[in-house]
């Protein structure tokens, strides 16, 4: 065999697969996109300009930007103590991040109308304690979309800045301290702009991942706050418009690949430090 | 040394991100005990009519035993693939190998709902054709699970072969070895564990894919998160607390069993 094929019989497999089954079909959307229902562009003047589809791509960023604020924050603050507590105060938030982690997106969607339905436990109690006569309305919009979907996001917010802060050299922090700093601003003036790095990630990757999202948008909100995603599989299998549900998922693939060429560029050794 | 640990503040609100955490996992456990036929608290009386439907009720035993077989299947095509394309990088180190590498995790990467229209476009395509591979089929689901899991076997695969030590191919090159002898009697025994990680992760990660699932199967291949899916948008059946309860369950088992052989293991040495 000649040095050139050799490596072929490995690579092609997997290669001619995904040519196959998804480079090619994605092909096939984009052709979707331009000829249903006739040949033109006029699916990507719709989704930029019908008010209906903008206010769902307004709703989907406004949504993604709390998701991701929330969740950095308290990311960040299960971080500190995963990273930075006793051995058994590791163990225990690293119980709190990976068994949510491991469980299934639906299980968790139901987890949550448990707890906020209208006859669910958070009602429940909140009633028996006096503090409401009425039920409160808590899922089926858009405050239980950002409630599910920060659960999800955590783990995924965690993952980064824990690597960042690992990388935070023990002296430098004990340096502060021996110059008089107090613990607060060696918290905010050291430790934090330290993990600066760390946090542009994190936040990036939970962006990113929140904007495709699909399974807790749809089913916590329940129809009322419809996101991105759930447009396209309302356009596919409710009101058949094949076209436009190509058209928005084209606009989709190229607005998170280029925020994700941002985030290689972040987590790339040159934009760190 | 004296450590700078976490003050009280970042104690007390990490343990209130902690109960965030895991509140919806403790929800569904008195949910799951409610001798009522909706979504409700058990009051007076426990019942376990709920995970007694999870394999009397033939739907709930399919859903499960399908999920298991599409599981297995796209698992096992998936890790191969997977672990010949990262042997090829690692072996040969061909030109553009992280163009190719790219293109591997493009599923991963790209947006689930975006993959999921695009199987979708595959498999009625497909159907136009032949009746095995095609929408709403057991193996036409098996192939569009491996489509989104193969990545992961990429990845874990190449994590496992980023430790083994490039000489001992080299010298079983130099000795006269073929393709064949070195993949499979040289560098597959050591890699072997990153493999059947690989094995295990693209087994769960297909068992619990629903975003994908929804758009390709309609009433013949119902997966178990499939069902889990209608009975959560239509109406909220207990049943789905039963299974969730049995699906932590086993979850917890495994993430806390690892944490303790960790400490455990950290503290003999």
Redesign the interface.
Known sequence: MTRITRPLILLTPLLAFLALAYVLPFAGVIGWSVTIPEPGVQNYEAALTDPLILSVFWRTLRICAIVTVVSVIMGYILSLLWVRGTPLVRTLTELCILIPFWISVLTRAFGWLALLSHRGLVNGWLEALGVIDDPLRLVRNEFGVVVGMVHFMIPFAVFPLASAMRTVDERVLMAARGMGASRTRVFWQVFVPMTAAGLMGAALLVFVFAIGFFITPAILGGGRSVMIAELIYLRIFQSPDWGLAAAVSVILMVAISALLALLLKQLSPKGVR | ???????LI??V??VL??I?????????V??SFTPKRF???PTDELSLRHYRTLYEDPEWFEGIWLSVRIGLLSAGFATA??T??S???W??R?RFAGL?MG??L??M??????????????LI?LTQYNGVFAYDTMLGVA??H??MI?PFA?VLVSVSLAQVDRRMDLAARNMGAG?GTR?FKVILPNIKFGVIAAFFLTF?LSW?E??VT??ITSVEAVTL?RL??QG??DN?DPA??AI?VV??VI??T???GR?VIV?VK?RRA
């Open positions: 040394m004296i450590r700078l640990r976490p003050g970042a104690t609100l990490a991100v902690g965030f955490m895991l509140m919806p996992l403790l929800a569904v008195p949910v979504l409700s608290v693939l997977g010949f394309f042997l090829g990088i072996m040969f061909p190719l293109i591997a493009l599923p990467v790209a947006p689930p709902v975006v993959s999921a229209l695009t199987l979708y476009f595959f395509t192939l569009a491996s489509v193969v990429v393709l993949v769960v619990e629903i975003a929804i758009f998160p889990m899916w959560l948008r909220i789905i607390a969730s699906l932590i979850v917890a495994v993430v806390v944490a400490a950290a």
